[in-house]
């Protein structure tokens, strides 16, 4: 997702580094993001900038439960608009250069206090992860272990439906409503967040996410939220991405022993 | 049309009391006019949904804490007691910010548009420099306001002063300074503006001024500021 080009009169490639060219890569990333003092950083200009992701689906792919009208808008419009504005914003503050699309939302979030740019960034993440969590043909149960694990942490696939409809119907404003795996506590939850908030910043992994901001629905639903979040449960909702998010997470959350028979 | 008179008079107090202990409920307060009236700055299309769907809504929701409020407050359940402090902050703050706001709008037949004169345009031209001013930083701050909220012309009562403010979400004036009236709020929830404007919030906020009901604003700032 991000592409960067560098202009610098001092190639790392160039450099009498003893570890040869191999050993001189790493620099291009890792010195010239943190080493301020640098001279090249005044001189050369480097223009890092992020576009924006086509969700994994042709526009129209989700009607009639999304339309395709909402796409252009939500996708075509106001994603687009934050990821102009990210760009505006790294273009004018350099500190930012390099980090990757977590570290700039955990670093802009700034524990709680927010910095203008936190605002961009997180919607660019939120919006992309939000096309990806649906699917043409979505709906319906996860399966095998993310069902499992559904079941351990919630008692049942009914009551996780049930609790997640009523978290996204009583979210106050503009907010996202999440199914996360906590890194400490090791279970799955469900977390509101409002704005721009998403659970990164607290250091968990989102396994599945729902826009419940009024310009996710309102052109198909206009206030009728519950039948848009009801809809998104049953036919748009994707648990094969969530499902491949939940394998991923496993790399960093220990779920458990595996149940080995003694006999 | 004695009934509207009676309901637009008073909507922010009690329309029917509840049973025997006396607790006051609230109903939809009518609006001054049409809902086609304030085209083309705002359809007649949103006007409908944010009168009758969103704005009821908020009441109906508002009541029912209050009721819940009530009993627990009566049995001296605390937990519950806080707990209900923020639905009611939200539903009780969306039916006074949006009484509020069906007033702050009029057809352009009923004086809409027309900037203030007397003593309201006064004190605009010495807080702001001018009306265009006043106007130009209120859609700006409108426009910058993350996710949903409000953007208010407020009387500072204390300081006699005039101050422009956000809010977020359905948090009225007041929750900004105690000694804060509103003159003038527009509404900056994606509901207010999103089937006419769809992304484009700048837009709405220009337009909005085309129908601005100075006349209730200018009424406001003399009785609070005589």
Known sequence: ?263 | MALRTLITKNPLRAAAPLASRGLQTFSLPDLPYDYGELEPAISAEIMQLHHQKHHQAYITNYNKALEQLDAAAAKGDAPTVVKLQSAIKFNGGGHVNHSIFWKNLAPVRAGGGEPPHGSLGWAIDNNFGSFEALRQKMTAEGAAVQGSGWVWLGLDKEFKRLVVETTSNQDPLVTKGASLVPLLGIDVWEHAYYLQYKNVRPDYLKNVWKVANWKYASEIFEKENP
């Open chain 1, 1 to 263: 997702m991000s592409l960067f080009n560098c202009i610098s009169n001092q190639c790392p490639l160039g450099s009498s580094n003893k570890l040869g060219s191999f050993g001189a890569v790493p620099q291009l990333g890792g010195a010239q993001r943190r080493d301020k003092s640098r001279n090249s950083r005044r001189i050369s200009s480097i223009t890092a900038y992020y576009g924006l992701k086509s969700p994994p689906y042709k526009l129209d792919a989700l009607e009639p439960y999304m339309s395709q009208k909402t796409l252009e808008v939500h996708w075509g419009a106001h994603h687009r608009g934050y990821v102009e504005a990210l760009n505006k914003h790294l273009a004018k503050n350099d500190v930012l250069y390099g980090y990757t699309m977590d570290e700039l939302i955990k670093v802009t979030y700034n524990n709680g206090n927010p910095w203008p740019e936190f605002n961009s960034a997180a919607q660019v993440w939120n919006h992309d992860f939000f096309w990806e969590s649906m699917q043409p043909g979505g709906g319906e149960m996860p399966t095998l272990g993310l069902l499992q694990q559904i079941e351990k942490d919630f008692g049942s696939f009914i009551n996780f439906r049930e609790k997640f409809v009523e978290a996204a119907l009583t979210s106050f404003g503009s907010c996202w409503v999440w199914l996360v795996l906590k890194r400490e506590k090791r279970c799955l939850a469900i977390v509101k967040t409002s704005n721009a908030i998403n659970p990164l910043v607290w250091n968990d992994i989102p396994i599945t996410g729902l826009d419940v901001w009024e310009h996710a629905y309102y052109l198909d639903f206009k206030n009728d939220r519950a039948k848009y979040i009801n809809t998104f449960m049953d036919h748009l909702i994707s648990w094969e991405a969530a499902a491949a998010r939940m394998a991923r997470a496993q790399s960093f959350v220990n779920l458990g022993e595996p149940k080995i028979p003694v006999a």
